[in-house]
Structures are given as C-alpha cells and as structure tokens.
C-alpha cells in the first residue's frame, strides 16, 4: 500500500474521482498480484477480465494488450494524434458515466480528467459552462431549456457533468450525460 499510483496524464487523481479504489487483498486477475488498488471504472473488451484490473495493469498497457480491453467509450473534440488516443483508450483509466463516456480533447491533445461535478462546482469554472452552452445550442434547444437544464446539473445525480483541463491551455471543459 505504499507504493504511490503509476502517473496517468490523462486523468491524474484517479483516486479521488473514484476510477480507482484501495483495495487489500484483492488479486489483480492481469499480473496476479495484491497491489493494494484496484480500477473500478468501465472496461471494454474483447474477452472481458474475469475479475478486478490493478492500475500498474493499465498504466503500462498490459490489461489492454491481454484483454483487448480499452477504458474509455471514445474522445471528443479537437482533433488528436493517434497515440494520444491509444494513451487514452488503452493506458488511462476511463470514469462511469450514466451514457458511454467521451473522453474531450483540445488543442490537439487529450484533456485531463478531473472528475464529476453539478452546478454548484461549475460556478467557478465558468468557461466550462460556456462551452457546455455552446454544444447545447448547437442542437437548437431554447434558451430557456438550455438554461434549466445546466443549473440542474448534479455531482451526485442525474444529469451530472465530466470536468477535464486542457493540458496545453489550462481552459476548463466539461461534457455532460444529456439526457
Ligand atoms: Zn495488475
Ligand atoms: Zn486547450
């Protein structure tokens, strides 16, 4: 348990956004090993793990190569190169979303996940609810619906948004379930 968690750019606090949890005694089915975590987020996979993944599994790229198994639904946004992808699909550990979740993407690189939030969080992060604004508005809802819909937003609930960070422009972006 003291080993600290293997570096995962694309989503670097994967204990507190809940994709990983500390876990004694649990085997990871990949290495065969009790390494004090295990991933508690979504896998798909060709062969799905017949039991939990450690995060060192997923850091490196071997639950992903034994499994077929990518950790995340698909990416968003800017265009990215495809290693940025691969590092993203194959190699960082995806968060549960109520729909199949899109990773987003910004100046052509992969955002950083930083975790679920609702209203209340994205009061601070105002450029996040812009461009949350600016998606919906693209589908033609009225202003008004618009509006309710992005103060109803909930950490905890439903509808509930992902918060990433640009990691070449710091700018907050979010995405959001919309159902
Ligand atoms: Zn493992
Ligand atoms: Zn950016």
Redesign the pocket.
Known sequence: MTKSLPAFPYHPHPVATGSVVAADGVLCVCCGTVRGYVYAGPVYAVAEPEGRLCPWCIADGSAAARYGAHFCAGAVGDDAPREVLLAIAERTPGFSAWQDPQWLL??GDGAAFLGRVGAAELADRPDAVEAMRREITGWGWPTERTEHYLGSLDKDGQPTAYLFR?R??S?HLATSDFT
């Open positions: 910004h100046c640009c070449v422009c700018a």
